[in-house]
């Protein structure tokens, strides 16, 4: 189950590249989260089939890559999770949608490939810059931006809780698993007849012990309200982070950076 | 507050199961004292603390802390005034950093952020736990957890500190360091536990529960001293009080061959 443990301590990773300090991280809360749902949403605004449109965004996650300081494999890895996912939601555009669409020298791509890709760059994009936002931000900086954009405070609330409840979850589950592979002989994993019960318990086991999670924090004073020691004033800098790059990806949106450079290159007209 | 007295009346407490844990329990503690809550497992005595803080609302019966009744709308002014240790430190620490969990409480009481700075320092230094500010909890070892657990309390600067097995879990250095910790603290103290030599170093006073009562209520001496009750609450004396091992082991040595020999004298 080593690898299981070690799994688990990659989660809090996340929370510990929340609180470094670098460039990034220094940047308001609320400026990082506006920055990422308007990239978010103009990732999503694109046409179904636009692939080379989508590259410049890449930009993005780099910049913040670099001058956040963060492991790049250890974001990947957990964009990696989510893979199964997409691939289920675009595996079938390429039988359904055969009709061609471009061609590459010889080789024809039928549009159901190219709205496929295009599927997956999106994906890509967007769990990268949640991850990235989380890695520079930190999950209690995050909900108290929110709280600041006017989110109603039960559903911040609501995602505080399940981002804690995630790790209180893992860790019961690992203790259940470890506790059931040294009594179990046949080395083959959890059988379909024992899940069940497994599974009950690991939810009686984490509903008890996010309760005193919760006890705890009402004896310190907790009354649904987010407060932060590293609470800052939004500043002008902050302000022109989240314009500047607002406005880099709606020129994104809007100029086809690829084609109008490779116009610019060979001259063609677009 | 003038006085931080803690005053249980007739308390009766039955869980939603229909478990009676409690039944007619009163008793007072005064500002300063330092009492445990002793008795075998299930015996009733993480029911009772919880009612201290107001987890738990007794279904008959009170509880008084300092000038204000325990009801819904003095909870959180009773929660400023009493500190939980809880008994597990992992239920206790959640935040990412041991600054941040420190910071938690204080943040709460709505402190201006130069004094909640200023708390969790000197709450970290009073644990010996100011190193340890940028680490995140859950990598600490048992003893560290521990501290900076206690820590988390300390910053929001109770009155009364409630603790649920202070010492479970430690090797015996942290422990010797948490029982020094505790004895330089003038905060009254109620700490429920079965680290009987604990008690004895830093309890005057010991009440006994058994089945959800209290079947003895007085000085610590006195209850380690009576074998019947100890007996009769699933407890025994302290190790302290039980005399040299060694020298026990080697009067036995003397006196079984000299029985042997006298008998076969006979």
């Known amino acids: ?270 | 507050m003038s006085h931080h007295i803690v005053e249980v009346k007739d308390l009766e407490y039955t869980y939603p199961d229909q478990t009676n844990a409690l039944s007619g329990l009163s008793f007072k503690i005064h500002h300063g004292e330092s009492v445990a809550i002793v008795g075998a497992n299930g015996a009733g005595k993480s029911t009772l603390l919880s009612h201290l803080i107001g987890i738990l609302v007794p279904t008959k019966g009170k509880v008084r802390i300092g000038d204000y009744p325990l009801t819904k709308d003095t909870l959180s002014h009773i929660r400023r005034c009493v500190g939980m240790v809880f008994q597990n430190p992992d239920d206790q620490l959640f935040m990412p950093t041991v600054f941040e969990d420190v910071a938690f409480g204080p943040l709460n009481l709505g402190l201006p952020i130069e004094e909640v700075e200023e708390r969790v320092m000197s709450a970290l230094e009073r644990v010996g736990a100011a190193h340890l500010r940028n680490r995140p909890p859950y990598k600490l070892s048992g003893g560290q957890k521990r501290s900076v657990a206690i820590a988390s309390v300390l910053s929001m600067l109770p009155d009364i500190l409630v603790m649920d097995e202070p010492t479970a879990g430690l090797d015996p250095k942290a422990r010797r360091q948490l029982i020094r910790l505790l004895q330089s603290f003038t905060h009254t103290k109620v700490i429920a536990t079965h680290d009987l030599d604990l008690v004895l170093d830093l309890c005057e006073r010991t009440i006994v529960l058994s089945e959800g009562k209290i079947i003895a209520d007085s000085s610590t001496l006195e209850v380690f001293n009576d074998e019947a009750l100890l007996i009769r609450a699933h407890l025994e004396q302290p190790m302290s009080m039980q005399g040299c091992p060694i020298c026990r082991k080697n009067e036995m040595m003397k006196i079984v061959p000299m029985a042997i020999a006298t008998h076969r004298l006979r």
């Open chain 1, 1 to 270: 189950m080593l690898t299981m443990e070690s799994r688990w301590l990659d989660v809090r990773q996340l929370d510990e590249m929340g609180s470094q300090k670098t460039v990034i991280h220094q940047i308001h809360p609320c400026a990082k989260l506006v920055t990422t749902v308007i990239f978010l949403t103009v990732v999503a605004s694109f046409a179904k089939y636009e692939v080379m449109g989508l590259l410049p965004l890449l930009l993005y996650p780099m910049v913040i890559f670099t001058l956040g300081d963060l492991p790049v494999g250890g974001i990947l890895k957990r964009v990696l999770l989510t893979v199964p996912f997409v691939i289920f939601i675009g595996i079938f555009n390429p039988l359904f949608d055969q009709a061609p669409y471009a061609t590459i020298g010889p080789i024809v791509l039928s549009g159901g490939w190219i709205s496929f890709l295009s599927i997956l760059l999106r994906f890509f994009l967007a769990v990268t810059a949640a991850l990235l936002l989380v890695a520079t931000t930190g999950m209690d900086a995050i909900g108290m931006a929110l709280l600041k954009l006017r989110v109603p405070r039960i559903f911040v609330i609501q995602l505080l809780f399940m981002y804690r409840y995630l790790y209180v979850l893992l860790e019961e589950f690992i203790r259940t698993i470890r506790a059931h592979s040294l009594r179990s002989f046949q080395g083959e994993g959890v059988k379909p007849k024992v899940w069940g019960s497994l599974l009950g318990q690991l939810l009686l086991r984490t509903i008890d012990r996010a309760q005193r999670i919760y006890q705890a924090m009402l004896c310190r004073g907790f009354d649904g309200e987010i407060r932060m020691i590293r609470r800052r004033k939004l500043m002008r800098s902050d302000i022109a982070y989240c314009l500047g790059w607002s406005s880099f990806f709606i020129m994104v949106r809007f100029v086809n950076i690829p084609q109008w450079l490779g116009n610019l290159l060979i001259g063609g007209s677009g």
